[in-house]
């Protein structure tokens, strides 16, 4: 799995220079620019440019550089043209909406290995995301996940989703949930990460956004997709750990390790029986903490 943390991936609209700027300067752990559903028919050309310009001339900080290109099918050239004007740029990734099937990924794949190969970059330098936000997606999600080396993330899309079956989104996802357990699911077990889909409703309490990306959290998602930047700082402090949770992990490590000394297995802490699969649990917590640049040690 790729250690890059991606707690927010706050979209922008590639045709749009200055929100691109604005959402750089917002130290997101990573910036979409949207080829896709955020840009106008009308304006494809001009999104490919302002995007390939953005790569060269607006400082990214730490935030990774990722671009959303239009589904990868027979319909259109659309794709393949996102790809070839904004390779050459280097980009940091690239998010592949619509998969379905493992062959829209390798015809991604094989486009920028060929850049790789061109331009001297190492290979699977550039990583791709894969959005799953339909049924026959979901249904394919293991085929998806082991696709290609560079694949670093599965992303979940409940809008799509919802209307490739026919359902009627409501606040509690319950007609989604299933999808969104099977895609996590799927995720961790070929060593990838899982993002959790957008929370659309800019209207809403920030407690409400706040308590869909702890669910999100608590069931082993890695981040959550944004699309405003007001959601960027919410939805990092819920994935990043408390200074609280960090000492408690810390301090049962170290519980563990003085039990080991003395030949014991499973103990007792704090009123709880521990073995192994907690410790991994905490020291998985440790390492996210690190990769959120928080100092465990």
Not at 148 to 163: Q, V, Y
Not at 248 to 260: D, G, M, Y
Request: glycine share 6%; net charge negative.
């Amino acid at each position: 799995m790729t250690s890059r943390t991606r707690r927010a991936l706050l979209f922008s609209p590639g045709d749009d220079r200055h929100k691109i700027e604005k959402g750089a300067a917002l130290d997101v752990d990573a910036l979409i620019m949207d080829l896709e559903d955020g840009v106008a028919l009308t304006r494809k050309d001009e999104a490919r440019e302002t995007v390939a310009q953005a790569l060269g001339g607006v400082q990214f900080g730490n935030s990774e550089r990722l671009i959303r290109i239009n589904p990868v099918d027979d319909d259109n050239e659309w794709w393949y043209q996102d790809l070839e004007q904004t390779l050459p740029h280097n980009p940091d990734g690239y998010v592949l909406p619509k998969v379905e099937n493992a062959e829209q990924i390798k015809r991604a794949d094989d486009i920028i290995t060929q850049a790789e190969r061109r331009y001297g970059w190492l290979y699977h330098s550039v990583h791709l995301l894969a959005i799953v936000e339909t049924a026959l997606g979901i249904v394919n999600l293991k085929e998806i996940a082991r696709a290609a080396p560079r694949l670093t993330a599965l992303i979940f899309g409940a809008e799509d989703l919802a209307g490739s079956l026919g359902a009627m989104r409501t606040s509690d996802g319950w007609e989604v949930f299933h999808a969104r357990s099977s895609l996590v699911l799927h995720a961790k077990a070929y060593g990838l990460q899982a993002i959790d889909t957008v929370f659309v409703d800019l209207t809403a309490d920030d407690s409400q956004l706040v308590t869909e990306v702890e669910q999100a959290h608590y069931m082993g998602y890695n981040g959550k997709l944004a699309i405003h930047p007001r959601q960027v700082p919410l939805i990092q402090k819920v994935f990043t750990p408390s200074a609280a949770r960090i000492k408690a992990a810390r301090q049962l490590i170290e519980a563990f390790k003085a039990h080991q000394h003395s030949g014991r297995g499973v103990f007792a802490y704090e009123g709880k029986m521990v073995d192994m699969p907690m410790i991994r649990a905490a020291e998985q917590l440790l390492a996210q903490a690190r990769a959120a640049g928080l100092d465990v040690d």
